[in-house]
């Protein structure tokens, strides 16, 4: 036998409180009737996994056994109560992370009805139409008050960034940590704040550790407020120093960059939005301070020290490369421009060379030949050594003679041809240029 009863417990959390249908085992009710209500929590938690996980405080717990309610008044109890029934056996819903892991969720009681919109929608309050600014007139009170108090929570976030780094694998470990609600403000010119819209601490943590070209600025600092152009490309994005200080971001690439990875991390989780049991970013601070100690934030400080010199790095590496890039580009236009003067001489330059090449390259092959003759004569006996040396060095000289006659001549003659232009010139440079132009060699 056992004990039927309903039980709703108030969150420590400023959430609807949950409602419980339980069969309590006859060994368990005379206490469960006896006890205080920390004895009744204790008493509960092989029933309800919520409290076995301590969502709940043992202030309050409200409960009525079922044998005290009418039977007529049953049915109607157990249909007002039933969409708040939560099935202790089988919460297991699950939030999937970026890198693959999974976090367990903890049902509201009354969740909306309508997940938080991802799509990007043309803004119709008039408030984007300039980037980073407001309306210029604010007089509804209610707005302003509205204004101040997001950037009162703008604030209490941004200053806390480092010490949410800092712990990023808590963040990352626990559906109410990550799923804490984040007031910044986030939006677009002439889309608002579409695709932006209610980001998490969760959101952010993720941002900044797998899109770090886009979510660190140049100076190695967070990211932490996003507002621009998607067409011109011009922002008024924020980033926060070490020391809790906001600062204009100087952005390592495109502004694209920047919205489009964090509306693609944001939008990822809009299902989980307001759904589930979370943290509110006061709550997420006591928590994260009473762990935290100074060793770690300054580990965080050496990360994020060393991400911005690797970008320092990888920027000097680029812009090195599209010099070089740019250096050989004008290299080539010059050489285009001086050819185009002096094709005449450059053209009887290139035939010149080529023909001292072939008579250094048959100077040479003749050389071979006769070298393996005379060391078959040499071996065979009918070659003395002296004789051997005798003809085979003329030979020798009269095969470098020709290839120095060669590279001399393809030295001094580019000089002849160009004057003091001829540095941006060589014998491969002419080739290409005859073959490029169609000029027959």
Request: hydrophobic share 35%; glycine share 4%.
């Amino acid at each position: 036998m056992s004990q039927k009863i309903i039980v709703q417990t108030l969150s420590r959390y400023p959430i609807t409180p949950h409602t419980y249908l339980v069969n309590l085992n006859d060994a368990d009710w005379p206490k469960f009737l006896s006890g205080d209500n920390a004895k009744r929590m204790e008493i509960l938690k092989p029933y309800v996994r919520d409290i076995r996980h301590g969502l709940y405080a043992t202030r309050e717990i409200i409960w009525i056994a079922m044998e005290a309610i009418k039977e007529t008044d049953k049915a109607d109890i157990i249909n007002a109560l039933q969409p708040n029934f939560k099935d202790t056996a089988t919460l297991n819903t699950k939030i999937a992370l970026i890198d693959g892991s999974q976090l367990d969720c903890y049902p509201i009681a009354l969740p909306p009805e309508e997940t938080v919109s991802g799509e990007f929608s043309l803004d119709t309050t008039g408030e984007y139409l300039q980037v980073g600014k407001k309306p210029h007139f604010v007089t509804d009170k209610e707005l302003a008050e509205r204004r101040k108090q997001e950037e009162i929570d703008a604030k209490l976030f941004y200053e806390h960034i480092h010490l949410f780094l800092a712990n990023a694998d808590k963040i990352l470990s626990d559906s109410r940590l990550f799923l804490s609600p984040v007031n910044v403000v986030n939006g677009l010119a002439y889309t608002g704040t579409s695709g932006f819209r209610r980001p998490t601490l969760g959101v952010y943590i993720e941002w900044w550790l797998y899109h770090k070209d886009a979510s660190i600025d140049a100076k190695g600092n967070p990211i932490w407020f996003i507002s621009g152009s998607p067409l011109s490309g011009r922002n008024a994005c924020s980033t926060v120093d070490r020391k809790g200080k906001t600062h204009r971001a100087q952005l390592n690439g495109s502004f694209s960059a920047v919205w489009g990875s964090f509306a693609e991390v944001n939008n990822r989780y809009n299902e989980f939005k307001g759904r589930y049991m979370a943290y509110d970013l006061k709550e997420v601070i006591d928590i994260l301070e009473g762990t935290t100690d100074a060793q770690q934030l300054f580990k965080l400080h050496l990360r994020l020290e060393k991400v911005r010199y690797d970008k320092h790095i990888a920027n000097l590496k680029n812009a090195l490369k599209q010099s070089k890039e740019l250096s050989l580009e004008y290299k080539a236009k010059i050489q285009n421009l001086i050819f185009q003067q002096h094709c005449e001489e450059a053209t009887e330059y290139y035939r010149k060379c080529v023909n001292l090449q072939t008579i250094a390259r048959l100077a040479r092959e003749y050389f071979y030949e006769q070298r393996i003759e005379l060391r078959k004569k040499l071996r065979s006996g009918n070659l003395d050594n002296v004789t051997y040396q005798k003809t085979l060095t003329p030979l020798r000289k009269k095969a470098m003679e020709a290839e120095n006659q060669c590279y001399e001549y393809e030295r001094e003659g580019l000089n002849k041809v160009f004057g003091d232009d001829d540095l941006y010139f060589n014998f491969n440079a002419i080739e290409r240029l005859l073959t490029d132009n169609n000029i027959d060699k």
